[in-house]
């Protein structure tokens, strides 16, 4: 599967952005999604994921409450609704696919995605 992140862009702190990760060459159903972030100098970290189905979201501590993860298996996309951005919200923005049977032990883990797109930058001005 190919994945193909957009959406990213220059807000003001307190803004809203929504990222789009759209899959192509498999159906996006049969994959568990994640959205990681890293920023520079950093390690990449684990923002959010959805169950297959969507039965179950997950999410960061940093970003509970202000990010909502979503899928659209239809459109073969997940969306990554931002809301009151903060100025340590500024990365390049990935998201990951997963379709081991142990991910959601793993959803927080880069090693239980073997699929990612190519990441977005969100730059959020204080």
Known sequence: VQLQASGGGLVQAGGSLRLS???S???LRTYAMGWFRQAPGKEREFVAAISWSATSTY???SVKGRFTISRDDAKNTVYLQMNNLKFEDTAVYYCAAGGRSDWRYN???TAAYDHWGQGTQVTVSS
Do not use: D, E, L, M
Request: glycine fraction near 8%; proline fraction near 0%.
């Open 25 to 27: 060459g498999r159906a």
């Open 59 to 61: 999410y960061s501590n």
């Open 107 to 109: 959803t927080q883990i």
């Open 21 to 23: 990760c759209v899959a």
